[in-house]
């Protein structure tokens, strides 16, 4: 089993960036797939990027693609976003994820974190 934490969100104004952190504890980071969500105000929980176990492969939403990076630190058991150029729409409750499978990491992942507040302003 593992415990996510999110960290980092706030609020921004439009332009503006922030990171975002997930620390996670419990069983070996590093056997799991981490992936980002994030919830729009009155709307569903949709994908935002994944990152494999080693961290060598990423995906990522179009929405966010070319503008947020996700990246991951196993000696640290800690994955980050790097949110750029962020948008009002980008305003959200951002989860991060973990799942033993690169594939079910971004569909219905096993574990979740409590979320992290982003707030964009125009």
């Known amino acids: 089993q593992v415990q996510l934490v999110e960290s980092g969100g706030g609020l921004v104004q439009a332009g503006g960036s922030l990171r975002l952190s997930c620390a996670a504890s419990?069983?070996?980071?590093?056997?799991?797939?981490m992936g980002w969500f994030r919830q729009p105000p009155g709307e569903e929980r949709e994908f935002v990027a994944q990152i494999s176990r080693s961290g060598g492969s990423t995906y990522y939403a179009d929405s966010v693609k070319g503008r947020f990076t996700i990246s991951r630190d196993n000696a640290k058991n800690t994955m980050y976003l790097q949110m750029n150029s962020l948008k009002p729409e980008d305003t959200a409750v951002y989860f991060c994820?973990?799942?033993?499978?690169?594939?079910?990491?971004?569909?219905?992942?096993?574990?979740w974190g409590q979320g992290t507040q982003v707030t964009v302003s125009s």
């Open positions: 419990g069983r070996t980071f590093s056997s799991y797939a």
């Open positions: 994820a973990a799942d033993p499978s690169v594939v079910e990491v971004a569909r219905t992942p096993h574990y």
